[in-house]
Structures are given as structure tokens and as C-alpha cells.
């Protein structure tokens, strides 16, 4: 049985992302802040056959995170497939900006990957995926984009540095 976890997971992307992961022989456990459209994600995922799961977690919260894993772990006995997909967006130009924009953007972009990814991966299989959703924004700045770019260039930093520290685990790490 394929076991899945995907954050940002009730609504937008990160419900697709559920939807593409659920069918026969597969648990989707899907995590977010929001109860309803976790539960409402969870539902449609059912219909689809295989199970899943509705995880209410924060990803900017240490403990949060690691009750959210914790309940998963209780479910199942592994991962195969983490997605992290929890993100936040928007622009804000740096004169007068904002600190708590710019960490809010940081945490939940970055710091939120690394503490589910840290969590997580206890859980996970040899073999194992790991897909951090990252933007093209990653790539390159844009101006008024400087949190928002920051976040996504430390994605891909992260991504890079885990691939080969999780390659001994044959577990693959994109962007």
C-alpha cells in the first residue's frame, strides 16, 4: 500500500496533488489549518478508493508538525511519498515593508518544509519520494518579490542538499 503525504492539502494544488496520489491500494493523508476542507478533501479522496486522512497541522509550528506526524504514524507504519506543498505568496517591495510578511513567508515556506521533511522522514521507506514544491521564482528575484524569492531559492537549496544526504536511503528528493 502506498502511503502519501501531502501538505496544503485541502484546497488549490495540494488538493490535486491528493486527488493524483489517490486510488486503490494507497493512503492520502492530507495536512493543512483549515478542519473543513481537510475533512472535504479527505471525502472526495475516499470516493476515489484507498483511504485517507484529514491531519490538522500547522507547518510554521514545531509542535504542531510533530502532533501532525504523530497521528499519521499511528495510522500507518511508513510514508513512500511526502509532498510539501504548504506555501504562502505576494509580493511586498522592501522600503517599508513588513517583518512579519517577510517571516511568514520564510516559515511557511522554508522553515515549514524542513520541520515536516525532519519530522517525516522517520516514517519514510527506502525508495521513498520527497517532491518540494518550489516556483520559478526560485530561479531568479523579481523585483518587490524579495521574501517570496528568498523563501523559494532556500527551497531549492534545501531540496539539493537533502537529495544527497537522503541518497544512502535510495530516497528521492525533487523540486
Known amino acids: 500500500m502506498?502511503?502519501?503525504?501531502?501538505?496544503?492539502?485541502g484546497r488549490g494544488i495540494g488538493r490535486a496533488i491528493a486527488h493524483a496520489l489517490a486510488g486503490p491500494d494507497t493512503v492520502v493523508a492530507v495536512a493543512g489549518r483549515t478542519r473543513s476542507e481537510l475533512d472535504s478533501t479527505a471525502r472526495d479522496l475516499e470516493r476515489l478508493g484507498g483511504r485517507s486522512l484529514a491531519i490538522v497541522m500547522d507547518v510554521t509550528d514545531e509542535a504542531s508538525v510533530a502532533g501532525?506526524?504523530?497521528?499519521l504514524g499511528r495510522a500507518v507504519d511508513?510514508?513512500?511519498?511526502l509532498v510539501?506543498?504548504?506555501?504562502?505568496?505576494g509580493g511586498e517591495p522592501i522600503e517599508g515593508s513588513n517583518i512579519a510578511r517577510w517571516r511568514r513567508a520564510i516559515d511557511t515556506n522554508l522553515t515549514g518544509m524542513y520541520l515536516v521533511t525532519r519530522a517525516a522522514s522517520a516514517l519514510m521507506r527506502t525508495e521513498g519520494r520527497i517532491?518540494?514544491?518550489?516556483?520559478?521564482l526560485g530561479r531568479f528575484g523579481v523585483s518587490g518579490y524579495t521574501a517570496?524569492?528568498?523563501?523559494?531559492?532556500?527551497?531549492?537549496g534545501f531540496t539539493r542538499a537533502l537529495a544527497l544526504e537522503l541518497?544512502?536511503?535510495?530516497?528521492?528528493?525533487?523540486a
Open 2 to 9: 502506498r502511503v502519501s503525504l501531502v501538505t496544503g492539502g
Open 68 to 71: 501532525g506526524v504523530a497521528e
Open 78 to 81: 511508513h510514508v513512500d511519498v
Open 84 to 89: 510539501n506543498n504548504a506555501g504562502v505568496g
Open 131 to 136: 517532491v518540494n514544491m518550489s516556483s520559478v
Open 148 to 156: 517570496y524569492c528568498a523563501s523559494k531559492h532556500g527551497v531549492i
Open 167 to 174: 541518497t544512502s536511503r535510495r530516497i528521492t528528493v525533487n
